[in-house]
């Protein structure tokens, strides 16, 4: 009797981690920096999103991070 064979995940045989992390970076026009991370790609955007609409953010970035 054959074995099934089991679909491979996008994250391989690393048993470690389930899922991706997006780090949000938020840079301030006074130099300083805030980041934080997420765990759906989704929420990082809808954060990143959010804080550039306050006038003392000077960028975003969004990064996936292992």
């Known amino acids: 009797m054959p074995k099934k064979m089991r679909k491979k995940s996008k994250l391989g045989k690393d048993k470690r981690r389930k899922h991706h992390h ?7 026009r006074d130099g300083e ?5 997420y765990i ?10 959010r ?3 306050s006038p003392v953010v000077r ?4 990064l996936e991070v292992d």
């Not at 960028?59 to 969004?62: D, E, K, P, S, V």
């Open 40 to 49: 759906d790609r989704d929420k990082a955007e809808r954060f990143a999103k």
């Open 59 to 62: 960028a975003t970035r969004i």
């Open 22 to 28: 997006w780090q949000v970076t938020i840079f301030y």
């Open 33 to 37: 920096r805030f980041a934080r991370v």
């Open 51 to 53: 804080q550039k609409k």
